[in-house]
């Protein structure tokens, strides 16, 4: 079993940033992939970013450029950095954890979820 504790969202300005961090525990964190994705009010859920046990990363061409996901296998987290927000950029944000493998941008693949964090960002 993995647990997931999101933090770090709010209200932000455009413009603005915001780190979301995600803390995991109940197994060996440094051999999972760990994921980021995001459902805005009435969409799907979609992928954000991931990010490998190897440090690898995939990013949505949506956040490329502007998000960062890195990890600390020290602390057992990710993190998202998120800069030059877009009002479009305004839902809940997800962590996730895949064990095992490469990276995935389908949201099926991953084994353990967290319950959220919302950011909001206003025009």
């Known amino acids: 079993q993995v647990q997931l504790v999101e933090s770090g969202g709010g209200l932000v300005q455009a413009g603005g940033s915001l780190r979301l961090s995600c803390a995991a525990s109940?197994?060996?964190?440094?051999?999972?992939?760990m994921g980021w994705f995001r459902q805005a009010p009435g969409k799907e859920r979609e992928f954000v970013a991931a990010?490998?046990?190897?440090?690898?990363?995939r990013y949505a061409d949506s956040v490329k450029g502007r998000f960062t996901i890195s990890r600390d296998n020290a602390k057992n987290t990710v993190y998202l950095q998120m800069d030059s927000l877009k009002p479009e950029d305004t839902a809940l944000y997800f962590c996730a954890a895949k064990i095992g493998g490469a990276v995935s941008q389908q949201e099926s693949h991953y084994d353990y979820w967290g319950q959220g964090t919302q950011v909001t960002v206003s025009s």
């Open positions: 109940g197994r060996t964190f440094s051999s999972t992939s």
């Open positions: 990010i490998r046990s190897s440090g690898s990363t």
